[in-house]
């Protein structure tokens, strides 16, 4: 249950139009629901603003349908990250306006409205194959209420493709940045913005790329003062804290 829909309950019990037994009965998981396999924090939009995400990779079937929907009970939207076709076949059976999009492997459920923040969150990827961990950047921070472009193939070998788009970089609050091989374009980007840009190295590469590892270490060690990191492969972590800043410049009105 979010801020939002917990306020709008206390409103409802106020006005006589709830009976508090009632409210009682839609509060009784907070602050989280024991499913046995798992522990649903329903409490955490309350405290950070944004719903507990499902990552899919590792649970079965029936324990990713489970949290799914005990969460979408909730009222929230709901995210779930590297899911996969059998995770979405399950969540279906449970709650059939679930959404998988395929290339980011995210299962979504959009049903309550979400702060957004004042400007775009601009996603940035080095290649076509770093395209996946954009994605999974983009449907999280859609999700999360957040105006989204999206520039890709604009890779350093082809340096003429990213300066072409320079406007449209400036034009954001904050960026993100994915890439693999060596990781400089976070680097390069960072030289042609005055926002935040967060770095996420991908896992594409040769053998000596290390699945990610040359990337994460430069940019590691960018020269460009505005770059933060998240892990490798991490969209989602990147997008959550450009989601954060999002809503800080509007809550500053910035």
Same mark, same amino acid.
């Given at each position: ?55 899919? $990779? ?5 324990? =990713? #349908? /489970?949290?799914?929907?005990? *969460? @979408? ?6 995210? !779930? ?67 989204? $472009? ?5 890779? =350093? #070998? /082809?340096?003429?493709?990213? *300066? @072409? ?6 034009? !954001? ?82």
């Amino acid at each position: 249950m979010n801020r939002e829909l917990l306020q709008r309950l206390m409103e409802a019990v106020k006005a006589g139009e709830i009976e508090p037994e009632a409210a009682c009965d839609r509060l009784k998981h907070l602050p989280f629901e024991d499913l046995g396999y798992a522990k649903v924090d329903h409490h955490r939009s309350v405290r950070t603003g944004m719903p507990e995400v499902i990552y899919a $990779e590792g649970k079965t079937t029936d324990q =990713v #349908a /489970g949290i799914f929907a005990s *969460l @979408a009970a909730s009222g929230v939207n709901v995210l !779930a990250t590297r899911s996969n076709q059998e995770h979405f076949a399950a969540v279906l059976r449970v709650e059939p306006r679930a959404v998988f999009h395929e290339r980011s492997r995210c299962i979504t459920l959009s049903q309550a409205a979400t702060p957004s923040g004042i400007g775009t969150v601009g996603i940035v990827c080095a290649g076509t194959s770093d395209l996946p961990v954009a994605e999974e950047a983009r449907v999280t921070a859609e999700l999360m209420g957040n105006r989204v $472009e999206l520039l890709a193939d604009v890779g =350093v #070998a /082809g340096l003429h493709r990213l *300066l @072409a788009q320079r406007l449209r970089l400036q034009e !954001a609050s904050v960026l993100i940045v994915c890439a693999g091989m060596e990781g400089a374009l976070p680097s390069v980007v960072g030289g042609l913005v005055a926002v935040p840009v967060i770095a996420v190295p991908t896992s594409v590469g040769y053998g000596a790329s290390f699945g990610g590892l040359a990337a994460l270490l430069g940019m590691l060690n960018s020269c460009s003062p505005n770059v933060s990191v998240v892990n490798i492969d991490n969209g989602f972590g990147a997008a959550y804290i450009a989601t954060l800043i999002n809503r800080i410049n509007r809550s500053k009105g910035m």
